[in-house]
């Protein structure tokens, strides 16, 4: 697979197949991405892969939580800012018009809205899931650095046949990652990202993107 097919192949799948996910695949794809460029090569992502009991036991504590009405974890990051305006705002609307719409949900229907987003937190079924964590004195840039990891494991997973989605919705449960990760105090859970193999019956819209004239100038 080329890098333009990795790229445009790549999307937030939300729904997986129990099929395994081999460990040697996932130690391919994540040494190949720690060649991820980041400023001064300081490297500032810390991932854990959680496979098998360890991600059972992790959707069970969420699954009791949800059923109880638990609130969501106090945030340690602002996910957006408080008003996104205009254009994100804009995109905001259709991406999440799209993504309930593909499931026949209404605008308006938030219990509805709310019953598919948790299924975030059961890795839309897949069976193996990377978190991200990042130190707290880390800054933008190194945020930035830690997305470009991401990124290139996504694109990698792509090569090996995997599809994967990427969960900030982790970091709304992060204190259940932590019990069972148990990430040195310093670290801050970025976001969750769920790995495996395409259910290719679950129906999905697949999101377009601004113009090439709306996000890039050519100066010349
Ligand atoms: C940092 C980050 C966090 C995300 N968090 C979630 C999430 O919690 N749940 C989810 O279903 N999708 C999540 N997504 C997926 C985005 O909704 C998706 O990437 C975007 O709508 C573009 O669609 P595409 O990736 O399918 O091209 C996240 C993406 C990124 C980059």
Known sequence: MDVYEAVTSRRAVRGFTDRQVPRETLERVLSAAAWSPSGSNIQPWHAYVLTGAPLAELKKRVRERLAVGDPWDEPE?????????????????????????????????LAARQRAASANWEC?????????????????????????????????????????????????????????????????????????????????????????????????
């Open 77 to 109: 990051y602002e996910q957006y800012p408080p008003a996104l305006k205009s254009p994100y705002h804009e995109r905001q609307s259709a991406f999440g018009a799209q993504r309930y719409g593909a499931l026949g949900i209404s605008h308006d229907d």
């Open 124 to 220: 839309f079924g897949a069976p193996a899931a990377l978190f991200c964590y990042i130190d707290r004195d880390m800054g933008s840039p190194q945020w930035a650095d830690v997305g470009m990891y991401l990124q290139t494991v996504m694109l990698l997973l792509r090569a090996e046949g995997l599809h994967s989605c990427p969960q900030m919705a982790w970091a709304k449960f992060h204190t259940n990652v932590a019990e069972v990760l148990s990430p040195p105090a310093e670290l801050i859970l970025f976001c969750g990202m769920s790995i495996g193999f395409e259910d290719v019956t679950v129906d999905y819209a697949r999101t377009g993107r601004a113009p090439l004239d709306e996000t890039v100038v050519f100066v010349d």
